[in-house]
């Protein structure tokens, strides 16, 4: 009796020690992957779409620098797509016109996109109003970090990027050369993003060249720059439609071809704007909705001096305006505009010259 009862006492000592292995084997954390991606489909996958297909919640596919003609990427929640360098110069992504670039529909905030150009994007689906060409950005809340966004199209919302219902984070991106009917840059609709150090430059639109707010808006524009944008019936910088409320701080507006500097429908919800320098908008720069901010929080109206806007450098020359300490009523606003000091305003070297080629150069 004994033997029976020492023998079934061991069977359960055993039992009890398969089910602690099998717990432990269930509870054992998924290590995360990375997936590699090669210009040549040598990769870990043959595409960055397949890539993002194949890849899980905590993986991170790597693309290898290079230019890929993809089209309609459906960028998947907690994956974190990256360039191999992390910077927008090192992987193009051209969707040679042939639909969107990127779709993102309820990606939560682990999701990344870092480091890449994205062009030639164009919505062909044909369903009113045609949503964006670079990205659709659907619920989600995710971070886009050292993205261009160039030469992408919509004949209706968003040419560059569209977020309907989120609050992702963009973050040192730019938008340029984009082009819509509403927001050439940026089309937001319900949304809630917060946008920080980005540069918004010659992109067309009929209202919003840089950026456009449809309702119930809640963006907040951080150390921005807009230059050249062109808002055809509106701002040429920001026009936001109905319902929206923005804080718009540290950010320069200029150059508007066409249009405002910023533009708001309803009279009673006023964007706040403070350290901002609004300056040779064609249509005014402090009117309308802003026009008693200026002198106010620091805002103020006066040439930024950007180092060369012909190729596209907006650094600022050592004595802009809008550089720390060079304030022109003196507040303390730090940086203004999304780049700092690249060049100097003055000569940027000494150099010799003889008596005869000085008096040559005056005749």
Known sequence: MLSFRLTRLGCICWSVLLLCLA????????????????P??????????????S??????????????????IDIKSGVVLMSESGEAPCVTIDADRADIVF??????????????????????????????????????????????????GAVGWGGGVLCAYCSPHFKRCTFSSN?????????????SPIIENCVFASNDAGSGGGLCCGAGCDPEILGCTFYGNVGRHGGGGIHCLELTMA???????????????????????????SCCD??????GDWVGCVADQC????????????????IGDFHLCDESPCLPGNHPHGYECGLIGALGEGCTCGPSSARSATWGSIKASYK
């Open 103 to 152: 779709w993102c529909h309820s990606c939560d905030s682990t999701t990344v996109i870092r480091g890449f150009t994205i062009t030639n994007g164009v919505d062909t689906r044909g369903v009113p109003p045609g949503r964006a060409g670079g990205m659709v950005c659907e619920f989600s809340s995710l971070l886009v970090e050292n993205c261009d966004f160039v030469g992408n």
């Open 295 to 310: 002198g106010l929080r620091g805002n103020f109206s006066a040439c930024p001096s950007f180092c060369d806007t012909e």
């Open 247 to 273: 804080i718009i701080q540290n950010t320069i507006i200029a150059y508007s071809p066409s249009g405002a500097a910023v533009v708001f429908e309803e009279d009673f919800l006023i964007p706040i704007l």
């Open 179 to 191: 082009e819509a009917s509403y927001g050439g840059g940026v089309l937001l609709e319900g949304a």
């Open 278 to 283: 609004l300056y040779g908008n064609a249509d």
């Open 40 to 53: 040549d489909g040598t990769g870990d996958a043959p595409s960055i779409k397949a890539g993002i297909d």
């Open 23 to 38: 717990l432990l084997l269930l509870t054992e954390p998924v290590t995360a992957k990375s997936w590699y991606i090669e």
């Open 55 to 72: 890849a899980a919640a905590g993986d991170t596919v790597i693309v290898a620098c290079g230019t890929y003609y993809e089209a309609r």
